[in-house]
């Protein structure tokens, strides 16, 4: 007898909504209402509305999702918002809402957006903001004061109204436990935290500025906290003291604290190009000066721009550098970054898109950047490959160099380092090594201390080459490789190394690096369109 079967429209309901509340906010409003009618009124229950991150979502006009949306629900572009997608999601909720996250919106107030909510979400107990606009901060502490159950606040920034939501905290939200924030935080702010909050458990401070004293007024004032994160602030170093007034906490973190006693520009450390560029330098204009300070700009990282940024850029922007919105594109963008580093940049990361490694941008690099100590890069088109050891030749500084893909003027490469490159240390390389090659690793950097070649093609006797010549190896990574096994011979050798990875090698003779395949088969890969929609 044939077994029936069953038909997911025919889950029981509560089922249902107990498998909804595990899901996101996009899958409850643009994909599960429109599996069939059951599915539907389930998505509407309550209960799948109590948690409401809005922070994975996109809701820039021409995002996938807000295609998506407008299409389903019928609603126009001009309509489409956070504010509006917002008080959907919070009405659906029916006051049952008790985690809000709400995300990071260039140039826009929030301030209406909260409001709402704390009408219609009065169990909230997580709230997590982005930094705010001024004139949000001060209604803030009168928005905290109506969440009676509120436990755990989130703010990426300290906002100006801080003591004053410290006392409404006090005042009106018994149950709190956790404070997540990052700030510049000066003797009466720790000591009003230990004052309004005694029974702390959870403390996240990582990134801030606080001096020592002001650490041990923490320790000494909070008796109950569980965890407390302090990692990479700046105004102390970690010593017994501090250790041992921290021993009885949980979970403390501690990891890259300095001593720094200019704290004007500290924070600026911690953030991107893209926080630099469209955010920072719009909150006053103290810190639009500070933004434009050097030090902020020792750091070129473009890996680190997701393909929302041109977008942003050019909303926030548009008045300050109109000249530039016409013809934006990664090299205008790379320009700005690297006069306002006024030759003080010391690391470089070029993303992987057709246009990013070209000659413009290789002699934006040499000229405006000539302290450079670190270099990355990811494919690098074959017509500018002859450009590379010209630029090499230029960066007497240079320490570490990083190449996703071995270029063919590796060897001009290996000699400019060698004759102009005194302090180099480092290199990350993939691709095919010849015995050529490998001899000249040797004879170039004798002293190198990191090589990281993992994923490549080498074979035994080139990497005995490799372990016999360069004799202060610290680390080397050569695990994934093809042409050799690890076998006695060669851990005895590497054993002086500190850090020697080699797991997933193999000597399969036939294995070809899959990228040198491509290669092989259709011609010189040319790089994908930029993640943030540079051509």
Not at 109 to 120: F, G, P, R, V
Not at 322 to 345: H, P, Q
Request: proline share 3%; aromatic share 12%.
């Amino acid at each position: 007898m044939k077994k029936e079967e069953r038909k997911w429209e025919d889950l029981a309901s509560d089922c249902l909504v107990c498998i909804f509340c595990f899901v996101g906010l996009e899958e409850l409003t643009v994909a599960l209402p429109f599996v069939c009618k059951s599915w539907y009124e389930a998505s509407l229950d309550r209960r799948c509305w109590k948690n409401l991150d809005f922070r994975e979502l996109d809701f820039s006009s021409g995002s996938n999702f807000a295609r998506i949306f407008r299409q389903e629900y019928g609603v126009r572009r001009s309509s489409f918002s956070f504010s509006a997608f917002m008080k959907m999601c919070v009405s659906r909720s029916c006051g049952s809402a008790v985690e809000l996250t709400i995300p990071y919106i260039v140039g826009a107030s929030i301030q209406q957006d909260l409001i709402y909510a704390s009408i219609k979400c009065p169990r909230l107990k997580v709230l997590a903001l982005p930094s705010l606009l001024e004139k949000d901060e001060k209604k803030l502490p009168e928005l905290i004061s109506k969440w009676k159950e509120l436990e755990i606040l989130e703010i990426t920034w300290k906002p100006n109204s801080f003591l004053e939501i410290l006392e409404q905290i006090r005042v009106n939200c018994p149950n709190f436990i956790g404070l997540h924030l990052c700030g510049l935080f000066d003797i009466m702010e720790t000591w009003t935290i230990v004052r309004c909050m005694p029974r702390l458990k959870i403390l996240v401070m990582s990134a801030s500025y606080l001096c020592k004293e002001d650490l041990m007024e923490i320790l000494d004032g909070c008796k109950e906290l569980e965890v407390f994160d302090v990692s990479k602030c700046r105004g102390f170093v970690v010593d017994n003291e501090i250790l041992k007034k921290a021993s009885k906490i949980k979970k403390f973190e501690c990891g890259d604290c300095k001593l720094e006693q200019n704290y004007t520009n500290f924070y600026y450390d911690y953030y991107g190009l893209e926080e630099l560029t469209i955010v920072l330098p719009f909150v006053c204009k103290s810190w639009y000066e500070a933004s434009l300070d050097p030090r902020c700009w020792n750091k070129l990282d473009f890996e680190g721009l997701d393909f929302r940024f041109r977008r942003k850029f050019e909303r926030r922007i548009g008045g300050q550098f109109s000249f530039m919105i016409d013809t934006f594109s990664f090299l205008s963008f790379m320009k700005l970054c690297v006069d306002r580093s006024r030759g003080s940049a010391l690391e470089l990361s070029i993303p992987n898109f057709k246009t990013a490694l070209s000659l413009q941008n290789l002699t934006t690099a040499s000229i405006g950047c000539p302290r450079l100590k670190v270099l990355s890069f990811s494919d690098v088109l074959q017509q500018y490959e002859k450009h590379l050891p010209v630029l090499i030749s230029k960066l007497k500084e240079l320490e570490i160099l990083s190449i996703a893909q071995k270029p063919y003027s590796i060897l001009e490469i290996f000699e400019q380092i060698s004759r102009n490159c005194p302090n180099f240390r480092g290199l990350h390389l993939n691709g095919y090594f010849s015995t050529t090659e490998t001899r000249a690793i040797v004879r170039c950097m004798p002293r190198l201390k990191i090589l990281e070649i993992s994923g490549s093609v080498i074979s035994k006797e080139n990497l005995m080459e490799i372990l016999d010549g360069c004799k202060e190896l610290e680390k080397l990574n050569v695990s994934y490789c093809t042409g050799f096994d690890v076998d006695t011979e060669i851990l005895k050798k590497a054993s002086k190394i500190k850090k020697f990875e080699c797991e997933g090698t193999t000597s399969e003779s036939t294995m070809i690096h899959h990228s040198l395949l491509e290669e092989l088969l259709f011609g010189p890969v040319q790089g994908p369109r930029g993640r943030f929609g540079f051509a």
